[in-house]
């Protein structure tokens, strides 16, 4: 069975810093995989997606993510960080059969 | 255009009722999902349906039914609600790629 795994819980970072998300998966082949944000009390907006071809992918909001192969992962990076995105971020893997499954969520906080 | 709407947007409900989530989509989409949203647990599938007229489980489908008479609805219902259900409830649909997101119903099982 397929697994995602976001090892950082919260990850507090100050305004105008960089910004990593770590996402590994555990799966058989090379699946979709997704970011998706979630501001508090809203519902879910996609930030990017991977299906193939050029491993750097560019997505809303200044967003950018990293597929690699060889790691399974699919970390997320924002340059400078600006206080609204002070958010929950969530990584989705889509495999055969449409099976979905999303880590656990990383909370972002940012400090003035 | 709407794109997913859920039903209630919020509900208090006692335990042993019966209880049905609505969600509707005007995106044409084959693909629907019930998602669960719980602190500490992130987002957990409950159900989905590939297809009008088809359903599967997903990682914790245990007390809850689904049903897709059609492309555009998909609802879900707790027959005999417990305060473990307490939870948001997210519906979901994809043209084979994204997902989209309905806003969520929040639900309390007293």
């Known amino acids: 069975a397929q697994s995602v795994t976001q090892p950082d819980i919260h990850i507090t970072v100050s305004e105008g810093a960089s910004l990593e998300l770590r996402c590994n998966y555990s799966y058989g082949a090379t699946p979709y995989l997704f970011w998706y944000v979630q501001s508090p009390g809203q519902g879910l907006q996609l930030l990017l997606k991977y299906f193939s071809g050029d491993t750097l992918v560019q997505g809303i909001k200044g967003f950018e993510a990293e597929f690699k192969r060889s790691q399974s992962s699919f970390n997320l990076r924002k340059p400078s960080v600006h206080w609204s995105d002070a958010a929950e971020y969530f990584c989705l893997i889509k495999a055969a059969g449409n099976k979905l499954t999303f880590g656990g969520g990383t909370r972002v906080l940012v400090k003035p | 255009i709407a794109g997913i709407t859920q039903a209630p947007t919020s509900q208090i409900l006692a335990a042993g009722r019966r209880m049905t989530l609505r969600c509707t989509q005007d995106?044409?989409?084959?693909?629907m999902y019930w998602y669960r949203q719980d602190l500490g647990l992130g987002l957990r599938l409950i159900h989905y349906?590939?297809?009008?007229?088809?359903?599967g489980k997903g990682e914790v489908p245990d007390g809850y039914s689904v049903s897709r008479a059609n492309t555009d609805d998909f609802p879900l219902t707790l027959a005999s609600a417990v305060p473990s259900q307490t939870s948001v409830y997210f519906c979901a649909s994809s043209d084979g790629g994204e997902q989209f997101f309905g806003p969520g119903t929040r639900l309390t099982v007293l």
């Open positions: 349906s590939n297809t009008a007229g088809t359903t």
């Open positions: 995106m044409r989409h084959n693909a």
